[in-house]
């Protein structure tokens, strides 16, 4: 008897996540990495030009990641986090805590990119009620996408993501992403809402990364964060996608002057090897919770909190990150899209090319609305897993954003692919 693939053993068991199931082709079997490279159980490779959902940054199969976590495997692998500490935890909070922009003081650890905005939005919430006051309402921007946790939903952007949980998620005012024309109008509208009833501003910084590769610029963002600053509205910055290089900077706060009372980080956080999620904050957010009274206490947990598997490879992926190759691969990745972008404005084919830091987008120019539910999007997983390439579109939206060790060839194999597209369409 024939034995099944390993594909098809998973189109029998398993319900893949963003994928109608009844139409999706059968998933790629995917059985090691190296380097921007993924092998199939034929040992066939495909570039990934996506770092797998943002968040491999260094390449797949990292030795030196490896190493650390086969090391803290034979320490500890994980402890109860209330009460108790560890050194992974504590030297993790030491060393990114001053990477972040100024004023950032203390670590409370999650799970994933949802969970630390959960606990962002849970702690400007109870920031507010410890002090005495009732500010209940959020500001966020429009096409916003801060994950799938029903708090993160609210303060997303209404969309597919969320159109069946619409009337169970908390209203939030969203507003237009600010440009140099309009940033006096928002201000005004934030006004109409009374500033002393809003609790905090999410906004994910520079790139809104799920609503379509959406960038803008920092100066009015700044202006605009300055504006909430001064009228007590705390800034929680997502830059769950946005951290760790990925708009040139090593975070993308440090492109404004104002800084936040939140940030909230994953994905590149342990190099894209385990799940882990961090939400910082500065002293004047943590003090608000100290008290004698255990009513003021955050009651928030995960049962995986700090995990020291997942802090010990966060701290080997810190160890790369901060070594200065690394600055000089994006910077190389930087130069490399800002070539290809030349040409993708002079297409015909293409709308608004774009690029920040390491990451290129532009929208396909089609019949039908633009969004993530184009119907172009199955045409284009299917031309790029020909070619392989892993290149997964926001509907006609297609961006490329690699590991910083994605090699010359490689890219040029990725930008060759994507010039063959544009050829056929």
Same mark, same amino acid.
């Given at each position: ?145 801060? $994950?799938? =946790?029903? %708090?993160? !939903? ?11 949980? @619409?009337?169970? #998620? ?97 994905? $590149?956080? =342990?190099? %894209?090897? !385990? ?11 943590? @003090?608000?919770? #100290? ?116 090699? @010359?060839?490689? #890219? ?14």
């Amino acid at each position: 008897m024939q034995q099944l693939s390993l594909s098809a053993r998973d189109q029998q068991v398993i319900w893949h996540p963003y994928t109608q199931m009844q139409t999706a082709p059968a998933p790629i079997a995917i059985t090691r990495g190296e380097g921007a490279l993924l092998f199939d159980d034929q040992n066939n490779s495909y570039i990934d030009a996506t770092s797998s959902w943002w968040v491999n940054i260094h390449g797949h199969a990292h030795p030196h990641i490896a190493e650390m976590l086969s090391k803290q495997a034979f320490q500890l692998q994980h402890i109860i986090f209330s009460g108790y500490t560890h050194p992974p935890a504590v030297e993790l909070a030491e060393r990114i805590l001053p990477l972040l922009p100024e004023g950032q003081r203390r670590v409370f650890y999650s799970d994933n990119g949802s969970t630390a905005v959960e606990v962002a939005l849970k702690m400007a919430l109870q920031y507010w009620d410890n002090k005495g006051q009732r500010r209940t309402k959020f500001l966020a921007f429009k096409n916003a996408y801060h $994950g799938d =946790t029903f %708090g993160a !939903m609210s303060v997303s952007g209404r969309s597919v993501f969320t159109r069946v949980f @619409d009337e169970l #998620l908390f209203e939030v005012h969203f507003l237009d992403l600010p440009t140099t024309d309009n940033t006096n109008d928002i201000i005004s509208q934030i006004n109409e809402l009374d500033p002393a009833t809003i609790a905090a501003f999410i906004f994910e910084p520079l790139i809104q990364g799920a609503g379509g590769m959406l960038m803008y610029e920092a100066e009015p963002l700044d202006q605009l964060l300055h504006w909430c600053k001064t009228n007590q509205i705390l800034l929680i910055a997502d830059e769950v996608m946005t951290g760790f290089g990925r708009t040139g900077k090593n975070f993308a706060m440090e492109n404004c002057h104002t800084t936040p009372d939140m940030i909230c980080l994953s994905k $590149g956080l =342990t190099g %894209g090897s !385990m799940a882990l999620g961090v939400t910082t904050c500065t002293s004047q957010i943590y @003090d608000a919770f #100290l008290s004698n009274d255990k009513l003021k206490t955050l009651f928030h947990g995960h049962s995986f909190t700090a995990n020291p598997l997942a802090c010990s490879v966060a701290l080997a992926s810190l160890d790369i990150f901060t070594d200065p190759a690394c600055a000089a691969n994006r910077e190389r990745i930087h130069q490399a899209h800002q070539a290809f972008l030349k040409e993708l404005q002079l297409s015909d084919k293409v709308k608004n090319p774009r690029l920040q830091g390491t990451i290129i987008a532009f929208d396909l120019i089609t019949t039908n609305a633009d969004g993530y539910t184009n119907n172009i999007a199955a045409f284009l997983h299917q031309f790029f897993r020909e070619r392989r390439v892993m290149l997964r579109p926001l509907g006609n939206t297609l961006y490329v954003l690699p590991p910083y060790c994605i090699t @010359d060839a490689q #890219l040029e194999e990725v930008y060759n692919a994507v010039r063959e597209l544009l050829q056929q369409l």
